[in-house]
């Protein structure tokens, strides 16, 4: 039997209760008998006022509990969402889709949308959306086919854009990096964690995942030729040499997705190696495809010194670009040390077309910096 201490006469927690809205906590009688569970209705306010009569409470332990929930709750919708928390969002919004679209339980036209939400994020700083892409520090491997997807849409929108290419085009293009492993996502993931070289079996799942992905959106209802031809084609190279088919004629939007896909996955880390350089692997994208214009976009897009990579100053100063030049090759950069490369807290920004903040070259041993908050040398970003 509870004692008056651990009674709250139902009165005194009027403001937690709703007409119409199921109780939040169960309601007792002065004997202490039934009369409401939680998840019972209130009906209306003569409910309410007989309940009353009937000194009716509720547990103290339970009522406190709610209300704690409630000021979390309340806390969490007033405090604005930064850029960086939307991104967030929308990465765990995209693991409950594809989960869904694996499982044949939403159709797969809903990843429209959700490229438009993408596509609207990296609209409010694309800057940002590439640090993002590059600035991989927290090695959450079991997220990687995820953000791999995510992140090779965002290079392909702001490639395409670079190209000239029409929304409707893009939309196709994004949707296609998004699902292009639609098929392989576990795979992924396993391989992204493995210390140990590829099976005979996984390589066998990896040259078949373009056909595979392409049969499984089928069945969720996508007849985008575009789409499924990009992801069908995603892994050919022009003149052959590629796979699934050896194709010689390859679609200029496949080959873009191919770059991106290419160029994440060297940048990306894994646990059985460190990321590559992202300015190594812009140096290789150049070299493999010399002159050819969609390389070349794709260079021009994401800049020699991508947003999010680490880079050595002439001064000795240890910085991330944070931003990329309207033209040239100097990127703004936010301090992450001192002149000595020694780590500090406080963050300042240089702009390395200034010859005592030049670049003198990517940072060569970043152990000293294993994590850059983006919101440390962007600030607040209001989304």
């Known amino acids: 039997m509870a004692t008056v201490s651990d009674r709250i006469a139902l009165p005194?927690?009027?403001?937690?209760?709703?007409?119409?809205?199921?109780?939040?906590?169960?309601?007792?009688?002065?004997?202490g008998r039934l009369l409401l569970n939680e998840g019972n209705i209130l009906i209306d306010d003569a409910q309410f006022e007989a309940l009353v009569e009937r000194g009716a409470w509720a547990e103290r332990a339970l009522v406190e509990a709610e209300r704690v929930a409630r000021a979390a709750a309340d806390k969490a919708a007033a405090t604005p969402?930064?850029?960086?928390?939307?991104?967030?969002?929308?990465?765990?919004?995209?693991?409950?889709?594809?989960?869904?679209?694996?499982?044949?339980?939403?159709?797969g036209s809903a990843v429209r949308p959700f490229f438009a939400?993408?596509?609207?994020?990296?609209?409010?700083?694309?800057?940002?959306?590439?640090?993002?892409?590059?600035?991989?520090?927290?090695?959450?491997?079991?997220?990687?086919?995820?953000?791999?997807?995510?992140?090779?849409?965002?290079?392909?929108?702001?490639?395409?854009?670079?190209?000239?290419?029409?929304?409707?085009?893009?939309?196709?293009?994004?949707?296609?990096a998004l699902t292009m492993n639609l098929a392989v996502l576990e795979l992924q993931a396993t391989m992204a964690e493995q210390d140990t070289p590829p099976t005979a079996k996984q390589l066998e799942l990896v040259r078949a995942h373009p056909n595979?992905?392409?049969?499984?959106?089928?069945?969720t209802g996508i007849d985008d030729e575009l789409w499924l031809s990009i992801v069908a084609q995603h892994h050919e190279q022009p003149g052959g040499g590629g796979y699934p088919a050896g194709l010689t004629d390859v679609l200029d939007t496949a080959q873009v997705l191919r770059a991106a896909d290419v160029f994440m996955a060297k940048?990306?880390?894994?646990?059985?190696?460190?990321?590559?350089?992202a300015q190594l692997a812009t140096r290789q994208l150049f070299q493999q495809r010399p002159g050819d214009p969609l390389a070349m976009a794709m260079i021009k897009t994401v800049g020699i010194h991508p947003p999010g990579t680490l880079l050595q100053l002439v001064n000795g100063e240890v910085c991330v670009a944070i931003r990329r030049p309207a033209?040239?090759?100097?990127?703004?950069v936010a301090t992450l040390s001192d002149r000595n490369g020694k780590p500090i807290g406080n963050?300042?920004?240089?702009?390395?077309?200034?010859?005592?903040?030049?670049?003198?070259?990517?940072?060569?041993?970043?152990?000293?910096?294993?994590?850059?908050?983006p919101e440390r040398v962007y600030g607040w970003i209001a989304a």
């Open 12 to 31: 005194q927690v009027r403001d937690l209760l709703r007409v119409g809205h199921p109780l939040p906590f169960r309601v007792l009688d002065e004997q």
């Open 81 to 107: 969402q930064s850029l960086f928390d939307r991104w967030e969002r929308l990465l765990w919004q995209f693991d409950k889709l594809c989960r869904a679209l694996v499982r044949r339980e939403t159709p």
């Open 117 to 176: 939400a993408l596509q609207a994020l990296v609209d409010i700083d694309p800057d940002v959306a590439l640090f993002l892409c590059v600035r991989q520090d927290d090695r959450r491997f079991a997220l990687y086919p995820l953000m791999h997807s995510m992140h090779c849409a965002v290079v392909t929108l702001l490639t395409g854009r670079q190209l000239g290419w029409p929304e409707d085009k893009l939309s196709s293009l994004g949707c296609a």
């Open 212 to 219: 595979a992905s392409v049969q499984l959106l089928r069945t």
């Open 267 to 277: 940048i990306s880390p894994r646990a059985k190696r460190p990321p590559m350089a």
């Open 327 to 332: 033209k040239g090759t100097h990127p703004l």
């Open 347 to 373: 963050t300042h920004r240089r702009d390395t077309s200034q010859p005592e903040f030049a670049v003198q070259g990517p940072l060569q041993d970043s152990k000293a910096f294993p994590r850059v908050l």
